[in-house]
């Protein structure tokens, strides 16, 4: 990702999710590629509707606002296409809730994200006390080998929010 991103459209939102969206996908292969694929390609498909019909983006619509319905647009596809819910022992179980927990006209977008990641870790540590895994990698080991052990997909989901939290504060930094 860190090379593909040299040659991604950073002009739109729309085009940045496209580029990440391709770029897991070459990249990342197995299962959780193509998952991460399905994330970032609603996403941009999101972005994109909101950035040819200006007119129906609501009056005192942010960039931040766009960026938490294109995320929820994500996370709502990758659950409609991979079924997993929360509480499934999934990547599911982090990415919903740091979705779900943004709240889209917070006044300060970092505090928000960090709150948000701290829901996100719950989540991720919930998958250490269940029992059973219906879906995911975790789903090949048994029951007991499961207890203690945090879901694969849930920890990484869990590193790359907490990158992409790091990449926002830089940002956010940048230009105050």
């Known amino acids: 990702i860190l090379k593909d991103q040299l040659a991604y459209d950073l ?3 729309s085009a940045i999710a496209a580029g990440l969206a391709e770029s897991v996908m070459k990249h990342m292969g197995g299962t959780s590629g193509a998952i991460y694929n399905i994330l970032f390609t609603a996403a941009s ?10 007119e129906k983006i609501a009056v005192g619509t942010t ?5 938490v319905e294109a995320l929820r647009a994500g996370v709502a596809a990758v659950q409609k296409y991979g079924g997993a819910q929360v509480g ?5 179980d982090v990415l919903h809730p740091f979705a779900h927990s943004l709240d889209p006209g917070a006044a300060s977008v970092t505090a928000d994200l ?3 990641l701290k829901v996100a870790q719950v989540g991720a540590e919930g ?7 219906i879906l995911g990698r975790s789903s090949y080991v048994p029951a007991d080998a499961l207890i203690g052990i945090g ?5 990484v989901a869990l590193h790359w929010l907490a990158g992409m939290v790091v990449a ?3 940002i956010d930094e940048r230009e105050t």
């Open 151 to 155: 879901d694969p997909g849930a920890v």
């Open 88 to 92: 499934d022992r999934t990547l599911i």
């Open 127 to 133: 998958t250490k006390d269940m029992k059973e895994a």
């Open 114 to 116: 960090n709150k948000a």
């Open 11 to 13: 002009t739109r939102g």
């Open 45 to 54: 498909t999101h972005l994109q509707a909101l950035e040819e019909s200006p």
């Open 168 to 170: 926002c504060r830089m």
């Open 63 to 67: 960039k931040y606002m766009a960026f």
